[in-house]
């Protein structure tokens, strides 16, 4: 054979022939944009650690919002920050919490974006972690049934999908449940199934002021080494009847998004964290690289892993950029 005659380079030649043959395309349809809801009134509070990304109030969430909508985000995931937090959560599930508001709210105003719900008590308890606390230890089955309270609640706002990030075993058997019983049997559930306990998290616990008070979240979210357990979850959450699955973070564990989309037919989301955010953001302030084509090589790169829905805090710039084209 005389060489070259295969010439790899010839499909690279020019824009037009490299979109023809371009196996991942990201679009904006891909997208969810995380969002973070407080008290109070004219809150736009910004997170040190993540620059562009706020504690809003219901009212200035709603500014937020009007441009993510035009930009035909789909959907936003929203976490909320209460005014009081106590030993059993109880703000997770008040039918007046600040979540509860912001659903009613988002829906009002923009019926057409999905408001998917981040189902987790960490954010609403004293001792910042995601379950009942007995002894020092979070106990998995009561909480069981505040979690499946506060997924029913949100429902009963109007949230248009659950997402319970808790890791607690059995817990989309009991928010399917308690949503079935409760005639919300078309909410679907997003389950974080295999969610690792992961130092990427760290800018997020300042924005929702969420850390621990004591010992660690290794007892319930996973091993950081470990992905044949983490199809294991995965099986879990779906056999409990889970919608959508999820893998949390996303950039060093796309392998285990890769694997996870080879071994299941349902969707798959995955999670590019705040931590992950911030090291982008704190390399473009720096002007040590190229945030948009960054941003958007990352994201490309999480959907060529396998992953049909991405959540990230770069939903809105990367919409834009999109849209923009190259
Ligand atoms: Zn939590």
């Not at 035009?70 to 976490?79: A, D, K, R, V, W």
């Not at 130092?199 to 007892?219: L, N």
């Not at 955010?277 to 941003?295: C, H, L, P, S, T």
Request: proline share 6%.
């Amino acid at each position: 054979m005389p060489f070259p005659v295969i010439r790899p380079r010839r499909l690279r030649a020019n824009p037009a022939m490299r979109r023809l043959v371009r196996e991942t395309v990201l679009a904006v349809d891909d997208l969810l944009y995380p969002v973070f809801v407080t008290y109070g009134r004219d809150v736009r509070k910004p997170v040190e650690a993540m620059p562009g990304v706020y504690n809003f109030s219901v009212d200035t969430l709603l500014e937020e919002l009007g441009p993510v909508n035009e930009l035909g985000i789909p959907g936003i995931m929203l976490f909320g920050i209460p005014e009081t937090k106590d030993e059993l959560a109880g703000g997770a599930y008040d039918d007046e919490g600040v979540v509860q508001q912001a659903i009613r709210a988002v829906k009002e105003e923009f019926p057409d974006l999905l408001v998917i719900t981040d189902v987790c008590l960490c954010e609403y308890t004293s001792h910042g972690h995601c379950g009942v606390i007995k002894n020092g230890c979070v106990l998995n089955d009561p909480t069981l049934d505040l979690l499946a309270r506060t997924a029913l609640s949100h429902a009963r706002a109007g949230a248009d999908m659950v997402a319970p990030s808790d890791m607690m075993d059995g817990r989309v058997a009991a928010i399917r449940r308690a949503l079935d019983e409760h005639g919300y049997q078309n909410v679907p559930i997003m389950a974080y199934a295999a969610k690792y306990a992961s130092a990427y998290y760290g800018p997020f616990r300042e924005a929702a002021s969420s850390a621990p008070q004591f010992g660690d979240r290794r007892s319930y979210q996973m091993d950081p080494p470990n992905a044949r357990e983490a199809l294991r979850e995965v099986r879990l959450d779906i056999d409990e009847g889970a919608d959508i699955v999820m893998v949390k973070p996303a950039l060093a564990y796309l392998d285990v998004i890769q694997r996870v989309r080879q071994a299941f037919d349902h969707p798959l989301a995955a999670y590019n964290v705040s931590g992950e955010y911030a090291m982008v953001k704190a390399a473009a302030q720096k002007g040590w690289i190229d945030e948009r084509r960054v941003v958007l090589e990352t994201l490309t790169g999480i959907k060529r892993a396998g992953a049909e829905i991405i959540l990230t805090y770069h939903a809105p710039d990367a919409a834009r950029w999109l849209q923009e084209g190259e």
